[in-house]
């Protein structure tokens, strides 16, 4: 039986890589897209192809889209992962630093999702799994860019899921929480960049106080099961949240309602 194809953006680390490896092991070609080709030949094989490819440029998506339809016949599979995270106050992160991260992490999804729609609608059938957050349906202090970006994914998602289902094409949402990845090193990196006056002081080091709990989070290999579960499912959930901490943070702000739970964050935060 030939294989399904899948294409997986930001594949050459965490979450992406962790997906790729995975679907490949479970009966999937894998075009496994990235901006570092280095890091991706080192997951090349034979059911692994890498593909060097930056989310801002879509030319080079639509190009890849129709290579891949052109040489396989189909596209059955897109997870969208690529992004990042931009960290600091909304007084002090720079507009243009805001633009690129809604330019990565909404309007890269998008490019995405517009560039393959058209082959699965032909085709009957696919499944588009964008990788969001939990701070796609809460936002903490510190995180108000990134927790936007995620935001405006889950409106995305909830909106083209209803435009396409009789396409026979699925659409989930997959929301993880705090992940043991590159990723918040990556972010603490980059909030370094961020000038904050003396009086964020707490803002930051809170900041730093939830980043430290990466190292006590589960791996990846726990999104990349859900995603698995997600396109071999015949009606996945609409939206899965994991691991459990994410449902529970949700689950939480309900029950307790904004300002009860905005306080909760700042006490976790120690400001």
């Not at 998008?110 to 560039?115: I, L």
Request: aromatic content about 6%; glycine content about 8%.
């Amino acid at each position: 039986m030939s294989r399904r194809i899948a294409l997986v953006t930001g594949a050459s680390s965490g979450i992406g890589k962790a997906t790729a490896m995975l679907l490949a092991e479970s009966g999937y070609h894998v075009f496994a897209a990235a901006r570092r080709i280095d890091r991706l030949e080192q997951i090349r094989s034979e059911y692994i192809e890498p593909v060097e490819l930056d989310v801002l440029d879509e030319d080079a998506i639509r190009g890849v889209v129709q290579h891949i339809v052109s040489s396989r016949g189909r596209i059955d599979v897109l997870v969208n992962n690529a992004g990042y995270g931009l960290m600091g106050t909304l007084e002090c992160v720079p507009m243009d630093a805001a633009h690129r991260q809604f330019e990565v992490n909404v309007f890269g999804y998008a490019r995405f999702m517009q560039a393959v729609l058209p082959h699965m609608r032909t085709q009957k059938s696919g499944c588009i799994v964008n990788i969001t957050s939990i701070l796609g349906k809460i936002s903490i202090p510190g995180f108000g860019w990134y927790a936007a970006s995620k935001h405006a994914i889950e409106a995305l998602t909830e909106a083209v899921r209803g435009e396409v289902m009789e396409f026979g094409i699925k659409v989930v949402l997959i929301a993880p929480g705090l992940i043991r990845t590159e990723f918040m090193s990556k972010q603490q990196a980059l909030l370094e960049t961020v000038e904050h006056p003396s009086a964020y002081r707490k803002v930051i080091m809170g900041l730093r106080r939830l980043l430290a709990g990466e190292s006590r989070a589960p791996g990846p290999a726990i999104i990349a099961r859900a995603v698995l579960d997600a396109v071999t499912s015949p009606n996945p959930p609409v939206r899965h949240a994991l691991p459990l901490d994410s449902k529970a943070a949700v689950v939480a702000r309900w029950l307790m309602g904004p300002r009860i739970f905005s306080w909760a964050i700042r006490r976790q935060m120690k400001f």
